[in-house]
């Protein structure tokens, strides 16, 4: 089945600093949506892009589907962007496989 | 607003007990999930929801089962918990296959 992996494992940053997830998958996604895990454990999804790049606010997603790896970049990185992210990605049907997180920490 | 809601967000129970989580969703989505979370191992599928009475076992079925009698409510059971069922545990709906996930805040279960 779908495998994802992620990286960095975790992350730290000065407040201001970019910072780039990577989101590397075993099988051809038709589904990769990112999320953020807050501190307090709640989940978000920030953007669903199976292939292509899409933008949202500080945020950029690029996802080669060939290649099967999506990368989000986070710009001027504040202090409320701790938390860990994770990706999840799907080859069709219901199902999606999430990786296990990068824990990102932004420090004033 | 479109909402998934979860209920308890925290629970205590003893070995043995019946468990019973509670999801809903205000989005006529036909497809609702239940996950757990654990250090370590991520988010784990448990059951699938394709719609009113029409439920699959996700990858880590065993020891849970599921009610879905209403679009809008998925529940959780767990017959006789068990120490190695604490967890936290998500719902989530989609409108079908294919489609952007929306998660619930959470239930943190504790089973002693």
């Known amino acids: 089945g779908q495998q994802v992996q992620q990286s960095p494992a975790s992350l730290v940053l000065q407040e201001g600093e970019n910072a780039e997830l990577q989101c590397n998958f075993s099988?051809?996604?038709?589904?990769l949506q990112w999320f953020y895990q807050s501190p307090g454990g709640s989940l978000v999804s920030l953007l669903s892009?199976?292939?292509g790049t899409k933008h949202t606010g500080r945020l950029t997603s690029t996802t080669v589907t060939k290649e099967r790896r999506s990368s989000l970049h986070i710009s001027s990185s504040q202090t409320t962007d701790s938390g860990t992210y994770l990706c999840?990605?799907?080859?069709?049907?219901?199902?999606?496989?999430f990786g296990s997180g990068t824990r990102l920490l932004v420090s004033p | 607003d479109m909402k998934v809601t979860q209920m308890p967000r925290y629970l205590i129970k003893r070995m043995g007990e019946n468990v019973l989580l509670e999801c809903g969703q205000d989005?006529?989505?036909?497809?609702m999930y239940w996950y757990r979370q654990d250090p370590g191992l991520g988010l784990q599928l448990i059951y699938i929801?394709?719609?009113?009475?029409?439920?699959s076992e996700g990858d880590i079925p065993k020891g849970y089962r599921v009610s879905r009698k209403k679009r809008e409510h998925f529940s959780l059971i767990l017959d006789s918990a068990k120490t190695n069922q604490t967890s936290v545990y998500f719902c989530?709906?989609?409108?079908?296959?294919?489609?952007?996930?929306?998660f619930g805040p959470g239930t943190r279960l504790t089973v002693l």
């Open positions: 999840a990605s799907g080859t069709g049907g219901y199902k999606v496989v």
């Open positions: 099988s051809t996604a038709t589904q």
């Open positions: 892009n199976p292939s």
């Open positions: 989005m006529s989505h036909e497809t």
């Open positions: 929801s394709y719609d009113v009475d029409s439920n």
């Open positions: 989530a709906s989609s409108p079908g296959q294919k489609d952007e996930q929306y």
